[in-house]
């Protein structure tokens, strides 16, 4: 079975930019959730998705959004992109109340 | 919200040791406890993960115990061998419907020869 991929793999994007980030889960899992990790935050939670609802959501400002669609693929974009965004996204999927399996992230960097 | 402290942040042992990694945990509400690993440049992946209605869960040279009373749960890897260097992570949450995950700060595991 495929894991969880993401893409693009990496990024670069400048100030003011805003940037979308795409997740494909292990096939048969319907809950998608997104975590920012960075050096100083550490791992931290962005939102999370079941059947194409936000279920949870982080503590981070509106600029942050994501979405999830009919085949539990999900979107997280970031609008207006500031410095203190560049982070590693990971997206992880999971069966109903089960493991949570990552995918290798996105390394985002703004300049 | 859950808030998940972890002890401690770094952690150097002898190869053959055992190393032990201590989280506490506030909302007394989370039922799942998963141990996560990471080395250098790859994405987490799960170690061992325990439940609240268990005590401790053991795999092979990985162990998990875990004290609802005073909501705390402990990592133990014994027979320490250089592979098990990496960064160790402990999280929570509340299970089904409220699966976000509460992260610790993670302890950086040196397996020194």
């Known amino acids: 079975k495929a894991g969880v991929t993401q893409t693009p793999r990496y990024l670069i994007k400048t100030r003011g930019q805003q940037v979308t980030l795409s997740c494909s889960p292990i096939s048969g899992h319907r809950s998608v959730s997104w975590y920012q990790q960075t050096p100083g935050q550490g791992l931290q939670f962005l939102f999370e998705y079941f059947s194409e609802t936000q279920r949870n959501k982080g503590n981070f400002p509106g600029r942050f959004s994501g979405r999830q669609f009919s085949n539990s693929r999900s979107e997280m974009n970031v609008s207006t992109l500031e410095l203190g965004d560049s982070a590693l996204y990971l997206c992880?999927?999971?069966?109903?109340?089960?493991?949570?399996?990552f995918g290798p992230g996105t390394r985002l960097t703004v300049l | 919200g859950e808030n998940v402290e972890q002890h401690p942040s770094t952690l150097s042992v002898q190869e053959g040791d055992s190393a032990v990694i201590k989280c506490t945990y506030s909302?007394?509400?989370?039922?799942?406890f998963p141990w996560y690993k990471q080395e250098l440049g790859k994405r987490p992946q799960l170690i061992i993960d325990i439940r609240s209605n268990v005590g401790e869960k053991k795999d092979q040279r990985i162990a998990v115990t875990l004290n609802k009373t005073a909501k705390h749960f402990s990592l133990h890897i014994t027979e320490t061998q250089p592979e098990d260097s990496a960064v160790y992570f402990c999280?929570?949450?509340?299970?089904?419907?409220?699966?976000?995950?509460?992260f610790g700060t993670g302890t950086r595991l040196t397996i020194i020869p």
């Open positions: 999280a929570a949450s509340g299970g089904f419907g409220n699966e976000k995950l509460t």
């Open positions: 909302d007394s509400a989370s039922n799942y």
């Open positions: 992880a999927s999971s069966l109903p109340a089960d493991e949570q399996f």
